[in-house]
């Protein structure tokens, strides 16, 4: 079975300063994972997918991912946050075929000024 | 806008009424899921289709739900005799599926419909 496990419901930074989001999974098989966003009043966007053709992973926006199988981790990074990544992150692993998708819990980013 | 757009962006509906939403995918999408997300949770995934056929129903809520694509464009989810439980937002994605690998079919979401139910 799959899952995604994100570590924490709410992440604080201040502008300017490196952000991490948390996630680790399970998956019987190689997982696809994914990260998306969500705004307010918006569709879930996608920001990175791993595909393993590479375990560091760069999406939209200037965010990073990095796969470590040994650890099951695929955590969201970004150097510098910015007022405009205040948004719900979801980390997401899919299921061989691509056809279900399982969502973590989310993580609340809040950018300080 | 060329996205996923889902009608309405809002219901509220008394306890008991049926209430229906329909979805429509990206043109050339040949997928389109259903979720339902509830507050402080991530979406969960409820069924799907490929062009008109339902290829997965076994994780909607209940009997009251059903889905339907019948032209295998637009998507409708009907919920019947809602309960205040039903309270969610139900999102929509579409995806281009080619039988390739999983992360080549990348869903991609609409903005809701947000349902209370009183």
């Known amino acids: 079975a799959q899952s995604v496990t994100q570590l924490d419901s709410h992440v604080s930074v201040s502008e300017g300063t490196p952000v991490l989001l948390r996630c680790n999974y399970s998956s019987s098989y190689s997982p696809s994972l994914f990260w998306y966003v969500q705004h307010p009043n918006k569709g879930l966007q996608l920001l990175l997918k791993y595909t393993s053709a590479a375990t560091l992973v760069k999406g939209i926006n200037g965010f990073e991912a990095e796969f470590k199988k040994s650890e099951t981790s695929f955590h969201l990074t970004k150097p510098s946050a910015h007022m405009s990544d205040a948004a719900e992150y979801f980390c997401?692993?899919?299921?061989?075929?691509?056809?279900?998708?399982?969502f973590g819990t989310g993580t609340s980013l809040t950018v300080i000024p | 806008d060329t996205g996923v757009s889902q009608d309405p962006r809002h219901k509220i509906t008394k306890r008991g009424q049926n209430v229906t939403f329909r979805c429509d995918p990206i043109?050339?999408?040949?997928?389109l899921y259903w979720y339902r997300q509830t507050l402080g949770q991530g979406p969960e995934f409820l069924t799907y289709f490929q062009n008109e056929a339902q290829l997965e129903k076994s994780r909607l809520l209940s009997d009251r739900f059903s889905a339907e694509r019948p032209k295998g464009s637009f998507s409708t989810l009907e919920i019947q005799r809602t309960e205040q439980g039903d309270s969610a937002m139900y999102l929509c994605?579409?995806?281009?599926?080619?039988?390739?690998?999983?992360?080549?079919?990348?869903?991609?979401f609409g903005a809701g419909t947000r349902l209370s139910v009183l």
């Open positions: 043109s050339e999408h040949n997928r």
């Open positions: 997401v692993v899919s299921e061989l075929t691509g056809n279900q998708f399982y």
């Open positions: 994605a579409s995806s281009l599926y080619s039988g390739g690998w999983a992360g080549e079919n990348i869903q991609y």
